[in-house]
């Protein structure tokens, strides 16, 4: 891979794993008032079916894409630089989205102290919800990740090596082994398996450190040769996540009810997802050559606040806009067009405003500046 070739890919796959997402959450608002979990009858996008039904795998992936590009920021800076980066990265459109998430469903009558306590638990990334929007926990665990990145740093460079390779074995050793033992439990069907679903393990990434891990590996195999071992934890790491999927998409169906083909759905979604990543890194120039255009980066920038803004924005927005759209696939195209719309302009504008200014406060001059792999993790670097 060329040192600073734009990884192209990545924006693609991000993009598209927002869009996922966006339609997964689509195929289950309701048409009458905002709501996420209805019937089929209150389905204002029914009709969208398989279409969206593995779309909640674009989170699986993101976790991915972070943790190759968390690794890769993290390689030359200080844990200081590394927070402060993160959070000039992830705070703006994350309190611009929570407002407005705040704001509609205020106007949708949400009481003004349960909106309240949402908005700041979602606007300081707090473990403990509910947020005002419902994609923030996926920031808790961001958030999570980034701390421990920073603590190897820091403990690194007390010690005068870098732990970051140690460091994400560690994180997808224990993940495997917590994931290992949920099988077992479930398997046995013993109680302790669905407390083991809690959000409190998700957040100390028990659920998802090999989605991390992987892209950690993903990360060193760009940079240097793999040895046997890590090849090995490559192959292990992969096969946890398909175990994570597999078991979350079976708990949907258990919980809310919907169809078994969404597990092989989700899987192969997430597989395809890998091969582009990789080719996408290990073929940098070809698609440089192929995909080099200003709008790739545009759509790539623009994937946080879609993600972050689709669902609560979306969701107020689809049962208002069917009181005057009553045709079905108009009216998806309608809310597809504002989310998009909405999220470029939070992008452009705003989002973009708020970096500069936080850059200019917090980021201290050096007479030679680290420059920091482009900024393509989850959706918001997302």
Not at 103 to 114: H, I, K, R, Y
Request: net charge positive.
């Amino acid at each position: 891979m060329t040192k600073k070739q734009h990884l192209y890919g990545l924006d693609l796959v991000r993009f598209g794993s927002a869009f996922l997402v966006l339609l997964f959450h689509l195929s289950t608002f309701g048409s009458a008032s905002p709501s996420y979990i209805t019937t089929m009858d209150e389905r204002a996008f029914g009709w969208l079916g398989w279409v969206g039904a593995g779309g909640w795998v674009g989170v699986e992936v993101f976790f991915v894409i972070s943790g190759f590009v968390i690794a890769a920021s993290a390689e030359k800076a200080t844990a200081r630089d590394f927070i402060v980066k993160r959070g000039i990265r992830v705070f703006p459109a994350l309190w611009i989205c929570s407002l407005i998430a705040l704001s509609v469903q205020l106007a949708w009558g949400m009481p003004l102290a349960e909106g309240a306590n949402a908005f700041f638990r979602s606007a300081i990334l707090s473990p403990q919800g509910p947020y005002i929007d419902g994609v923030v926990w996926t920031l808790v665990l961001e958030a999570v990740f980034y701390v421990y990145v920073a603590a190897l740093i820091l403990i690194g460079a007390r010690l005068g090596r870098s732990l970051l390779d140690a460091g994400g074995l560690l994180l997808g050793g224990v993940s495997a082994v917590f994931i290992a033992g949920y099988l077992v439990a479930s398997t046995m069907n013993l109680p302790i398996a669905d407390n083991l679903h809690r959000f409190p393990f998700k957040v100390a990434l028990l659920w998802h450190g090999v989605f991390f891990a992987l892209g950690m590996l993903i990360r060193k195999a760009a940079r240097t040769r793999l040895s046997a071992y890590e090849f090995g934890a490559v192959g292990l790491f992969t096969l946890f996540c398909l175990a994570e999927i597999t078991s979350r998409a079976l708990k949907g169906y258990e919980v809310v009810g919907g169809n078994l083909y969404e597990v092989p759905l989700a899987l192969g979604i997430w597989l395809a997802a890998m091969g582009v990543i990789i080719a996408s890194i290990f073929r940098s120039e070809f698609i440089a050559r192929h995909f080099g255009a200003p709008w790739v980066k545009k759509a790539g920038l623009m994937t946080y606040p879609l993600y972050l803004n689709h669902f609560a924005f979306g969701m107020c927005l689809t049962p208002w806009l069917a009181a005057y759209i009553p045709y079905g696939p108009l009216l998806f195209v309608a809310v597809v067009a504002i989310v998009l719309a909405a999220a470029w302009a939070i992008m452009s504008g705003p989002e973009a405003w708020l970096q500069t200014v936080g850059r200019k406060a917090l980021i201290r001059r050096k007479a030679q500046v680290v420059r920091f792999p482009e900024e393509t993790d989850l959706p918001h670097a997302a």
